[in-house]
């Protein structure tokens, strides 16, 4: 069964201190790669695509990286304004889309 | 200059009542999509829309129902709402119909009696 878990659920940090949020996944094959931020009371917006296994984007302070099983975005030295939800999202080559459950990231000044 | 709009943005409703949602683009994008958010679930895609009047089930479609007329507009509708709609909807746009990189509204928080 295709499946989507991230971890931790929920992760704060102090202002500069730097860390991972992972994704992995199960899926019959992989189309592509998806990570969103998502503020209380909005919808999600939209980050980063990944395609294939070594494959890295970056925006600002974070950076998204893919391997065969999982995915990590990596968020360098944040900020307050950093603080949402990540969801990371998954469509395999049946085209379904199947969306995590999230990280929660608070980050204190 | 939000691309996507959804109204109304919170509903209160009894058991059993019609409710419908409206999502409205600017984007001329010819897919679109309605999903829902849960506590302890990923986004939900309940239908979905690939042009005027054509439409397809999601994964979680039952007691749900949607109309598009006008590329513009996207609706969602409840017919009896139960409480186990109560939920944050979310209605999307994306340039394909195979896309992750979807452009999501400000969601509707519905709330069933």
């Known amino acids: 069964e295709d499946q989507v878990t991230q971890s931790p659920e929920a992760l704060r940090l102090q202002e500069g201190e730097s860390s991972s949020l992972n994704c992995s996944y199960t899926?019959?094959?992989?189309?592509?790669l998806f990570w969103y931020r998502q503020d209380p009371g909005k919808g999600p917006e939209f980050l980063f695509t990944?395609?294939?296994a070594g494959e890295e984007k970056e925006k600002e302070r974070l950076k998204a990286t893919l391997t065969k099983k999982e995915s990590f975005l990596h968020i360098t030295a944040p900020k307050p304004e950093d603080s949402a939800t990540y969801l990371c999202?998954?469509?395999?080559?049946?085209?379904?889309?199947?969306f995590g459950t999230g990280t929660r990231l608070q980050v204190f000044p | 200059d939000a691309g996507i709009t959804q109204s109304p943005r919170h509903k209160v409703t009894e058991t059993g009542t019609p409710v419908t949602l409206r999502c409205h683009q600017t984007?001329?994008?010819?897919?679109m999509y309605w999903y829902r958010q849960d506590p302890g679930h990923g986004l939900r895609l309940i239908h979905y829309?690939?042009?005027?009047?054509?439409?397809d089930k999601g994964e979680v479609s039952d007691g749900y129902s949607v109309s598009r007329s006008k590329t513009e507009d996207f609706l969602l509708t409840l017919e009896s709402a139960t409480s186990s709609q109560t939920s944050v909807y979310f209605c999307?746009?994306?340039?394909?119909?195979?896309?992750?990189?979807?452009?999501f509204g400000e969601g509707s928080r519905l709330t069933v009696l």
């Open positions: 999202a998954v469509q395999a080559t049946t085209d379904k889309l199947i």
């Open positions: 899926v019959s094959g992989l189309r592509g």
């Open positions: 990944l395609y294939s």
């Open positions: 984007e001329n994008h010819r897919y």
């Open positions: 829309s690939y042009g005027v009047k054509d439409t």
């Open positions: 999307a746009m994306g340039l394909a119909v195979n896309t992750g990189e979807l452009f």
